[in-house]
Every structure is written in C-alpha cells, then in structure tokens.
C-alpha cells in the first residue's frame, strides 16, 4: 500500500531546484515592533533543513530520497 504524504508539511516546505528541502522560519506573525530590524532582516529567507531531517521530511512528503 502507498504511503500518503503528509499535508501539514506538504505545505510548509518548499524543494529547490538543487533538491534542498527550504522552511520558513519562525517568529514573523506578531509582536514585530519588540525585535530589532537585524532580526526581521534574518528570518525573511527560508532555512534549509539540516541533513538528519531531511530524510524524514522527504520520507513525509513522498519525495524519492533515500
């Protein structure tokens, strides 16, 4: 039987073109005006995952990785 892909993280990764796995980090909703503008500047682009989650992440998402 197919393993379904997980639609919560479906939605929230991205894969680039060289088929890194990108999330968007964290603390950008609210409570904006406390933290330093070096800070909003930082989490404006996406993290990439980190190897070890990787493998779990395209397992979930039903990319072909091993």
Same mark, same amino acid.
């Given at each position: 039987?197919?393993? /379904? #892909? /997980?639609?919560?993280?479906? /939605?929230?990764?991205?894969? #680039? &073109? =060289?088929? /890194?796995?990108? @999330? $968007?980090?964290?603390? +950008? *909703?609210?409570? @904006? =005006? =406390?933290?330093?503008?070096? $800070?909003? !500047?930082? *989490? +404006? @682009? &996406?993290?990439?995952?980190? !190897? &070890?989650?990787?493998? *779990?992440?395209? +397992?979930?998402? &039903? @990319?072909? +990785?091993?």
């Amino acid at each position: 039987m197919k393993q /379904k #892909t /997980k639609s919560a993280l479906k /939605k929230r990764i991205k894969v #680039t &073109g =060289s088929g /890194k796995i990108m @999330l $968007q980090k964290a603390a +950008r *909703n609210h409570l @904006l =005006s =406390s933290k330093s503008k070096r $800070q909003k !500047k930082a *989490n +404006r @682009l &996406g993290q990439e995952v980190s !190897k &070890g989650a990787a493998k *779990n992440f395209a +397992r979930m998402a &039903g @990319l072909s +990785r091993s």
